[in-house]
């Protein structure tokens, strides 16, 4: 018996089923009419051995029950509110772990940038590692929808977990679509099965050297185990990316590690944006801060009548919570501490009063539990430094539906109108706070290709170091990162009018180390880009882009923030820094050369890129002042 194989007859099937499940839920689960989906979950309950099997409806007594059993469980600890609880996943359980996480692929083979594993050995493995992993635990079957139901961009899906936290979360984030399924709408549906396995008397996975999540293309299914933290366990999420990125390459459709944000104009235009930023570079900060939201993580863009269109697949927010606090986040702050709403905290600090603190609170911490069992003011690690109250990967888990500024169209089955793409990273040196491609090639290859960021704590891993990582989604790719290039320059064909590509960089620092621009200026950034999408202001061309214009910025800076922008700030942080410039070009030069299937406009426009570095080195010097060019 192997974990992707059911061996048995369809009364086999039924019988095992009615060992596992009450009368309820084997009635709840039978009445979705699909025989392959009992039997997988009977080949799954014979493997992990669950007590209880509990199918998912949605009913209001299934959130109630699953919050319940995750606080019995000791998986959540109630908070001094009512609706919020915190979850601590343990000291060597804090972020996705890249490792371990691989695409399975048949007959082995290798995919550059990308972990993989052979199936054969994988399926093999984990088989073993499943076996009786849920013993004496409950199991959920969930079934969901990524994105509106009942749509052209919907994708659906089925989590099985041991986890309540788990179970919880998804509950929060995801549209729970029993009724889809039950009414036989969900066809091609794709699979996760997680199991935390053997616990020890913290509630924490046991067995962490253990801990798998291999993503098998063949059978559209996740398997995970031996872990809790969210990333490598909550199934649509990051998991459910790699799945739907292979698809999407298929079928001719983008999904993206973005998020979907509207932008006003004048007369309250609405702008649809798409922005992608690896994890800890400002991504849920730029869209709560929008006038609109649809989504602040993953986005599917298609195709709809020759325009790209996208949906949010999620309607909840799993986000960095580290530095949140009411001056630069006040709807964020606000949201998390209203006695009203519901959260799950990840890796905080909780109190001993059952005050939910974390890094960004005014307040000062005070003794409590956190990540690591136990903190107290003047406690240091091992190694003697002083130990963080709240981990800096900390998370918090809520509905969208709690933000002011919601848009109507989260759940509008055509999704929305996209009319400009983001590209942003976190880089000390380099790059200007924003610049415009010079159309959707050279945004596509120098944007999102090449993008780089500098490591934070969200992955496993030293931080500070600078890594590739384009379209911030190289951790989460199932195809080669050619073939995902490729799929976008293809994808151009689809359309009639191209969304403009910008750069970000909020990161920009002077020659003490020091910040240049402040949290809030990328509200400045938003509007200047909604106006390019229109044309209604002109910029500067650069021989990486276009930048704004310095009286734009002043006139945008004193609307939108009340503040004056000085030319000695604009001068600083527009400054076009060629020698740094011609050195990313040749570090990203030298990775897609190594990569066999590489388009050749990578190169076309790289080489171009360089030319046009050298071309302005010669005639203005190595650092040149945005207002040199501003007067050509």
Known sequence: MRIDRANFESTDVDSVLRKYLDEEHYIRLKAIPDPELHRWIANIVQITNPSKVY???????????????????????????????????????????????????????????????????????????YKNS?????????????????????????????????????????????????QGYAKNYIKFLHSVGELDERVWCKNISNRRIY????????????????????????????????????????CEHMFIIGVKGPGDRITYFTGAYPAGCGKTSTAMIADTIIGDDIAIIKAINNEPRAVNTEIGSFGIIDGVNPKDDPEIYSILLDPGTEVIFSNILLCRDGEPWWNGRPEEPCSGLNWNIEWWPGKTSIDGKPEPPSHPNARFTTYLK???????????????????????????????????????????????????SERTAAVLGTTGVREFNPFAILDFLSISIGKFIELHLRFRDLIRKEPKIF??????????????????????????????????????????????????????????????????????????????HIDKIERIWKIYSEIPDTPVELFNVLREQRNRLKSYRDRFGDYISPFRLDRL
């Open 402 to 452: 709690y933000f002011s500024r919601l848009d109507p169209n989260i759940d509008n089955p055509n999704g929305v109108l996209i009319e400009g793409m983001i590209f942003g990273g976190r880089d000390s040196d380099t790059h200007v706070p924003v610049e415009e491609a010079f159309n959707w090639v050279h945004g596509i290859i120098t944007k999102g290709a090449a993008l780089e």
């Open 215 to 254: 993503i098998d293309l063949v059978d559209q299914t996740v398997y995970s185990i031996n872990t809790e933290y969210a990333g490598n366990t909550v199934g649509p999420k990051k998991l459910a990316l790699r799945l739907c990125i292979y698809r999407g390459y298929l079928e001719n459709w983008l």
């Open 503 to 580: 750069g970000v960089n909020y990161f920009l620092k002077d020659e003490k180390g020091r910040y240049l621009n402040d949290k809030v200026d990328k509200l400045v950034w938003l509007k200047w880009m909604e106006l390019r999408v229109h044309g209604d202001v002109d910029a500067v061309e650069t021989p990486t882009g276009y930048i704004p214009l310095y009286i734009d910025l002043t006139d945008l800076f004193n609307k939108y923030l009340g503040k004056e922008y000085s030319e000695i700030d604009y001068e600083k942080q527009f400054m076009i820094r060629i020698p740094q």
């Open 134 to 182: 849920m013993n004496g635990k409950m199991m959920y079957v969930i079934p969901l929808c990524l994105g509106p139901p009942r749509s052209v961009f919907t994708i659906y899906a089925i989590q099985v977990t041991d986890s309540a936290y788990v179970a919880h979360s998804e509950l929060i984030l995801y549209r729970i679509c029993y009724e889809e399924f039950k």
């Open 55 to 129: 199918v998912i409806k949605g009913d209001p007594e299934d959130f109630v029950f699953v919050k319940k059993k995750s606080i019995e469980n000791g998986e959540e600890i109630q908070t001094k509110y009512k609706y919020k609880t915190v979850h601590f996943d343990g000291p060597m359980d804090l972020a996705r772990d890249r490792g371990n996480t691989r695409i399975l692929i048949p007959n082995g083979g290798s995919i550059p940038y990308i972990n993989t594993l052979d199936r054969e050995n994988g399926l093999n493995e984990i088989t073993g590692l």
